[in-house]
């Protein structure tokens, strides 16, 4: 059974740090390039960040260059996301999801190319 956990979302002050992350089972995660996507009540589901099956290559969008860093650890299935310096407009629910793809370092960046998703972990950031 394929699952992707995510944990270590809550509430946090603005300027305030967490990491949150995700804990894949039921598939070989190796063969798998993993993204970060949020959530917010209204909005569609975007893109935060993602790293290649390698873990060689990542890519961040605009708003949290400088503040996220996605990583993954093979060994144990799990991939993170450390916020930074967050605010207001970071709140969300955050969802990791998995890519099947057959190259080291490709990125995926499309919500409709990922096979697999967590549940959602809850940030909310006060100001």
């Known amino acids: 059974q394929v699952q992707l956990v995510e944990s270590g979302g809550g509430l946090v002050q603005a300027g305030g740090s967490l990491r949150l992350s995700c804990a894949a089972s039921?598939?070989?995660?190796?063969?798998?390039?993993m993204g970060w996507f949020r959530q917010a009540p209204g909005k569609e589901r975007d893109v935060v960040g993602c790293?290649?099956?390698?873990?060689?290559?990542?890519y961040y969008t605009d708003s949290v260059k400088g503040r996220f860093t996605i990583s993954r650890d093979n060994a144990k299935n799990m991939v993170y996301l450390q916020l930074n310096n967050l605010n207001a407009e970071d709140t969300a629910v955050y969802y990791c999801?998995?890519?099947?793809?057959?190259?080291?370092?490709?990125?995926?960046?499309?919500?409709?190319?990922?096979?697999?998703w967590g549940q959602g972990t809850q940030v909310t950031v006060s100001s």
């Open positions: 790293i290649s099956k390698s873990g060689g290559s990542t």
């Open positions: 039921g598939f070989s995660f190796s063969r798998f390039a």
């Open positions: 999801a998995a890519a099947q793809t057959l190259w080291n370092d490709r990125l995926v960046l499309g919500r409709g190319d990922y096979l697999y």
